[in-house]
């Protein structure tokens, strides 16, 4: 469990750099297109920039489920999601050095 605890905490903490780089990318689609900080949600940056993983997951998940999440705005779901990993990580990675 121990191993497991260090493995994935490793891997929220590590692909934080991917995250900003998504967040940055919605930040240059914000700039350079007609959408808004608020009004590009995250379906609309998934369909628009990388459809086949959009269409993929609307073949396999619930499409209500997909539709209130992806309902938000791209870079709020996107922060919220970048510190939320990278603390659960860290909190994560101090919880598993105090394990036996």
């Not at 993983?53 to 309902?71: I, P």
């Amino acid at each position: 469990m121990k191993s497991f605890a260090f493995g994935f905490a490793y891997v929220l903490i590590y692909t934080t750099p991917i995250q900003v780089l998504y967040l940055l990318w919605i930040g240059w689609v914000i700039m350079t297109t007609e959408h808004g900080l608020l009004s590009l949600s995250t379906s609309i940056f998934l369909e628009e920039n990388i459809s086949f993983l959009y269409h993929w997951l609307y073949s396999w998940f619930w499409q209500s489920w997909l539709d209130f999440w992806w309902g938000f705005p791209a870079i709020m779901l996107g922060g919220f999601k970048l510190v939320g990993s990278t603390l659960f990580g860290w909190w994560l990675l101090n919880v598993a050095r105090k394990m036996d």
